[in-house]
């Protein structure tokens, strides 16, 4: 590109010799300055050209070793997405149609009850599994009888509802996908994680539903990112309900649209995942594996004991499960659905989310941190008998809270998960388990067992990096540029098998200096060679 430039700007220069014929004592001084010009642009591309260079060099993180070869009834994830093409459409009129009768179904069963709201916020000590005093029987939550009839028929009436709104779920069969959402103005996050899935390998395209866009927003998402298999769409459009219909489009809130954005995505087979989630090595085979193969949903755990009121189990008409201090709470970034196996489960989940604010949030949550959806997927397939498998490993902080309020939580794989929980048969005995158990250590030191990343405290925007470079350096005193994550690289390098934070800004680097924000890229590369190649 460089020579091309010279040359043309030698062939062009007629300007000079007009400049010269007519002052040739300025002869001398017009051929400096285009000298010097050309020696500024290939310093300038010399720079970058060398932080590549470093950056492209890294070596690439080691692809996990499969521990089974699966085989499936469904395509393989290569097959299923091998004639997938990102475009820009509104939603199919199968989908419109679809939501015009669930949106009908969702107003028809409206609880007749006052929002509900806990007598007050749960002191972490009694969800804190390591608390001073932590409950598994938090119950503190009153309900008038009047409104918990209301509740319990409206509930009931929307069970119905579903026998004959699940089979029309609509969706293309065998196909498998990765489903996000995000808001328009933060689908930078969202371009973090899609480049950490394409470095990784993951060959699963996305479905990225964005909220609350410009038409610009909506362009730029798809121009930047259709050649990483990402279709972008327009949640709005898609809660659209037809002015035929008797029902109004309803107004729901950003943490109310991860249940619908599975709902609408076309894929059968989805992994979702929150804007600032991602593997950290290749997932595609986990839709061929246990535990989502005999489960059709596989959820993740969060730190904390379950906060679920009694009340919920009465209105739902379900046992209350028992609780002890082993149990963890849901986090509901990560999931694996099986839309045809859990069509039901997921309406109920949508139900559950569409009346989550005024009544459903408080009763799965009573107060306790993180208040939202993350309950209603679990807990939808457990009170219609589906059969669901959440983690059981804990999730770990990815690093100390006290460094730059934290960096996020890794969380299990799944399958590793599966090998050392699964329930035992009425015939095992303790040396059976004990010898399994055995097993799967050796298995977990063998190969890797953390599956994701979750970035929910720094979160790094590809759209507002010199925002977050700005950030960290206020809060130094020296001004020197540091890692976000602190200076013990070797836990998290244990843990996922390569510098996690290193590959991220490499993928950014690139991302920001080829296709994205040109006008960020000396900045960024700036903060690169400074934390990173100087080690």
Known sequence: MLHQWIEKALINKSWVHHLVSRQPPLKLFGFLLTFVGILSVWEFWSSLSSAYQQITTTPIAPEAPQVSQPTSTHKSAQNATSTYRPQITGPPSNVVEFWT????????AEPKAD????????????????GATPQTDTDVIEIEEEQLESLQQNHEDFVQAIRHLAPNLPFKAHSRGIVMTSKGANFGIAVTAILM??????????????????????????????????QCL????FLQVPESSDCTTPKLETFQFKVFSILFSSFQEVLFLDADAFPIRKPDYLFDVEPYKSHGLVTWPDFWLPTISPLFYDIAGAVKPNVTLDSRSSESGIMLYDKARHADSLLLAAYYNFYGPRFYYQLQSQGAWGSGDKETFLQSAYVLGNPAWQVQKPPEMITSEGINYGSGIWQADPEQDWKLHQPLTHAANTTSRRRRMKRADEDEARITSTMFAHLNRVKIDTRRLSVLIGDLLSKKKDGELSRIWGPDTDSVIEVAGYDLEKVIWEEVVKANCERFLLKECARIRDYYEAVFTKE
């Open 115 to 130: 929002q509900i709201s806990p007598p007050h916020a749960l002191s972490r000590d009694k969800f804190d599994p390591n």
């Open 101 to 108: 009768q669930l949106a009908d179904e969702l107003y028809k």
């Open 197 to 230: 899935l394409r470095h990784i390998g993951s060959k699963l395209p996305v479905q990225l539903f964005l909220d609350s866009t410009t038409d610009k927003e909506r362009r730029l998402c798809s121009e930047s990112l259709a050649e990483y298999q990402v």
């Open 234 to 237: 327009n949640m709005d459009n």
